[in-house]
């Protein structure tokens, strides 16, 4: 949590200040009063907030403006001051300082001009602080330390960033809205981890995982006998999560019977489990997420419009891949990382295969570039990958080396992409902490669909009989790794 607005009154007009002060606390902003000689005394060595703004009254002192002021600029280049009208000496300062002067107003102002003139001291503030080029308070750089797995430096990741900060210590409910394997459930831990309920648990449910006759007893919890397999009583997830976080994914799957149980929850913070009499009291945050559209589902009725907005108090919306290419690096090497880590080797990029990888759709997000990448290792460990160790859905640019390929195609096809089962060099395959030889195998049998469906136009029935099997296997194998027809 950043500091709050803090709001500095300095005048030696004892009425003026008491006036203002009463003003200020009835508005609910964060200020203090005093007078010059107890501030130029008070040897006051730092800021209360990273967000003050010094207001300057009328002063009595024998001391120039251009003196104080330099003392501000001493604690805080970038602090906005605001002068009242009767300063004479504003229109003589030099223009650097008078610069640092972002408006003129009198202690009687109305609080629309106060409040019009604090944002005005903000946006001055961190446009000054981008002209230092140092970070305002809620840039990438500062933000994304706090939380994990946030990867990516565009403009929409960094607004997301700024969002979870904003929200993160306020235990209101929050909806995640965004394409299938964006993150959501990442954003979530996040907001759960830099929230005030940390030390309270995490529990995620997929609703849409969970068949509409169980999803009550999930939730809810059940009594012993309340339903046929019922052989003792269970927690529900409202349970599990008393006093933490209740991540409700794909909320949109959501029965409407169970729309308006969740609905009582919300509202009354009390539930009783299935077959049961008893109240159970809770205190847990909501936070839900969905890639539907639910104002079109409420149009047409299949989401209740109050549980809705009881749910969307704060949205966040995540990006998809497509719309942040500029983070595809930063993702890429990150994830390289994390499978180096895990012992499947280090890989690297050559760039022709990031930009390749730059140009592609990426329907399925994030969560289609992790399994690429952890494909790519299992299939060359400690490797290099240029655009033609891409799959060839992937292959979106030419090949900028095909001399270095020539060896190999002159040789048979088949050996081209399975090498010899007898060759002691391709022994050198297996790294030594071993592999996941299943899914090696199925890397490579991926791989060759995706090779007979290009070589035959995606007609279907002759890349079948290109890979010398049935039909129906391959549309089984294509159904198996979600190999889409064109």
């Not at 230092?132 to 797995?149: C, H, M, N, R, Y």
Request: with cysteine; aromatic share 6%; hydrophobic share 40%.
């Amino acid at each position: 949590m950043t500091n709050p607005l803090h709001l500095i009154y300095i005048d030696d007009d004892s009425r003026a200040r008491t006036e203002l002060a009463g003003r200020l606390s009835f508005a609910g902003i964060s200020h203090s009063v005093t007078d010059y000689v107890a501030w130029l005394q008070g040897g006051i060595q730092e800021l209360p907030s990273r967000l003050t703004v010094i207001w300057l009254g009328h002063c009595s002192l024998p001391i120039s403006l251009e003196k104080l002021m330099q003392q501000f600029v001493e604690l805080d280049q970038q602090l906005p001051l605001i002068a009242i009208t009767p300063w004479d000496e504003l229109d003589s300062l030099n223009p650097k300082l008078q610069d640092r002067i972002i408006g003129r107003l009198n202690p009687d102002a109305s609080l629309d001009q106060l409040t019009r003139m604090l944002h005005r001291a903000l946006v001055y503030r961190q446009l000054e602080q981008q002209i230092a080029g140092q970070p305002d308070l809620f840039s990438p750089k500062t933000v994304a330390s706090q939380f994990e797995g946030m990867v990516g430096q565009c403009a929409a990741m960094a607004l997301v960033r700024k969002m979870i900060s904003q929200v993160a210590g306020r235990d209101v409910n929050v909806m995640i809205t965004g394409e299938s394997g964006t993150g959501k459930e990442i954003v979530a831990n996040n907001l759960h981890r830099a929230s005030k309920r940390a030390d309270g648990p995490f529990v995620p449910v997929n609703c849409g995982a969970i068949p509409s006759e169980l999803l009550e007893s999930e939730l809810f919890g059940h009594e012993k006998g309340a339903f046929t397999g019922a052989i003792s009583s269970r927690a529900g997830r409202f349970e599990l999560a008393n006093g933490g976080t209740l991540f409700l994914d794909e909320i949109g799957d959501m029965p409407l019977t169970m729309q308006v149980k969740l609905l009582r929850v919300l509202q009354e913070r009390c539930f009783e489990r299935v077959g049961g009499s008893k109240t159970i009291e809770c205190d847990v945050r909501i936070i839900a997420a969905t890639h539907k559209d639910l104002d079109a589902m409420i149009l047409d009725g299949s989401f209740r419009e109050d549980l809705y907005y009881r749910l969307n108090v704060f949205p966040i919306d995540m990006p998809a891949l497509r719309d942040r290419v500029e983070d595809i690096p930063l993702l890429v090497e990150e994830f390289a990382r994390r499978l180096g880590e895990d012992g499947f080797g280090r890989l690297r990029f050559h760039p022709s295969a990031i930009s390749s990888m730059q140009q592609h759709n990426w329907s399925g997000n994030i969560r289609e570039l992790a399994n690429l990448v952890e494909r790519l290792a299992i299939l060359y460990p400690d490797g290099v990958i240029g655009i033609s160790e891409l799959p060839a859905k992937f292959q979106h640019g030419v090949e900028p080396d095909p001399e270095i390929y020539q060896t190999r195609e002159t040789s048979s096809q088949s050996t081209a992409v399975l090498p010899d089962a007898n060759s002691d060099s391709d022994r050198s395959l297996l790294p030594e902490s071993g592999l996941d030889m299943k899914g090696y195998l199925e890397g490579i049998e991926q791989d060759l669909i995706e090779q007979a469906l290009e070589a035959c136009g995606h007609v279907v029935a002759r890349a079948a009989d290109k890979l010398q099997i049935r039909r129906t296997t391959l549309v089984e194998k294509m159904r198996k790794y979600g190999i889409q027809r064109k």
